[in-house]
């Protein structure tokens, strides 16, 4: 498959009265046509940073992307979403790549009815009359999974549920049949049943659509269901990149180990306590001068202090940023 993203040393800062946060720290990944990519970690990992910066949806100031290259194949060629102007960054935004909140609640405006804030997607983008705009609407709302679309086109965000207002999200991120769809964490707040319902919509939209599909989440249990390759982020790196079921299989740093082990276990019988990670993220006012994870790993020992662990290929589609081999249960040869 052909590659539709590609994202190379992605340096993004904040600088404020505090100090400079080192928000996002040479970030380096690519997306295939119609592939879901699982970007994993903790909150403050960088995850939500990353993709807004490809975007620019980051506010400047304070916010600032120091380096990187971010090649977009679009519908009008390859190019770099960082070195686009503002005004065709939002003609990309929205129309070539949709963009899925994590909090419905602010991402809609309260004062207009759904069907007018998916409609303006289409008139800004698709150039469509408004007739057309609401026919479309009811179709996406009806594709979303709400029911009686055309009555629920005049509501307002407040008379919807929270898995109903992100569904209507959701339509919104669609309305044009982007290239790619960035998820984050669109199941945050959601009880599991509609957890469970958002996830197969967006298993079903990616099959009728054949869209590529960044999903964001701290939750390793959603990712084994919905994505072929996982990123693993950790202090705004990333520590390791795999096929999603080698990544189950083979972990090879040991803060991926310790996110599955805190995954709960339900096919087997065996009482077993659920992994915590001792500490906390690293403090990202600080430069990074060593492994960011050091701090909290038992396996860490005399170079995971001195150095930064650049990603290393373990196999064609696995690469970890650790000095340390687990399997071998010692330093990984240079």
């Given at each position: 498959m052909a590659k539709i993203l590609e994202v190379n040393n992605?340096?993004?800062?904040?600088?404020?009265?505090?100090?400079?946060?080192?928000?996002?720290?040479?970030?380096?990944?690519?997306?295939?046509?119609?592939?879901?990519?699982?970007i994993v970690g903790e909150s403050g990992s960088g995850k939500s940073v990353t993709m807004m910066s490809l975007l620019g949806l980051i506010p400047m100031p304070p916010g600032k992307i120091e380096s990187g290259t971010a090649y977009f194949t679009g519908v009008n060629g390859r190019y770099d979403l960082l070195k686009m102007s503002p005004e065709k960054l939002r003609n990309v935004r929205g129309g070539q790549i949709g963009f899925v909140f994590q909090d419905p609640i602010s991402t809609l405006n309260p004062i207009l009815t759904i069907g007018e804030q998916i409609a303006e997607t289409l008139t800004r983008h698709?150039?469509?009359?408004?007739?057309?705009?609401?026919?479309?609407?009811?179709?996406?709302?009806?594709?979303?999974?709400?029911?009686?679309?055309?009555?629920?086109?005049?509501?307002?965000?407040?008379?919807?549920?929270?898995g109903m207002r992100q569904r209507v999200v959701i339509a919104i991120a669609i309305a044009c049949t982007p290239q790619i769809i960035i998820a984050d964490e669109p199941t945050?707040?959601?009880?599991?049943?509609?957890?469970?319902?958002?996830?197969?919509l967006f298993k079903r939209l990616r099959e009728t659509l054949d869209v590529a599909v960044i999903w964001i989440t701290h939750d390793l249990g959603v990712v084994a269901g919905i994505a072929e390759r996982v990123l693993v982020m950790y202090g705004g790196r990333p520590a390791?990149?795999?096929?999603?079921?080698?990544?189950y299989e083979r972990p090879q740093h040991p803060y991926t180990l310790g996110l599955l082990g805190a995954l709960p276990r339900l096919e087997t019988r065996e009482s077993k306590r659920l992994v915590s990670?001792?500490?906390?993220?690293?403090?990202?006012?600080?430069?990074?001068?060593?492994?960011?994870?050091?701090?909290?790993?038992?396996?860490?020992?005399?170079?995971?202090w001195q150095e930064i662990p650049p990603l290393i290929t373990v196999d064609e589609q696995h690469q970890v940023a650790c000095f340390y081999d687990l399997e071998k249960g010692g330093p990984r040869d240079a």
């Open positions: 992605l340096v993004t800062k904040f600088y404020t009265l505090d100090g400079v946060v080192n928000a996002v720290n040479g970030v380096s990944f690519d997306l295939e046509e119609g592939e879901t990519l699982a698709k150039q469509m009359s408004k007739e057309e705009a609401r026919e479309h609407t009811i179709r996406l709302l009806a594709q979303v999974g709400i029911p009686d679309p055309e009555l629920r086109y005049k509501a307002y965000p407040f008379q919807f549920s929270g945050t707040a959601l009880d599991v049943t509609v957890q469970a319902q958002i996830v197969d390791e990149i795999a096929l999603v079921d080698d990544l990670i001792k500490g906390t993220p690293p403090d990202l006012l600080l430069p990074l001068q060593h492994c960011p994870f050091a701090w909290r790993c038992d396996y860490a020992f005399d170079r995971c």
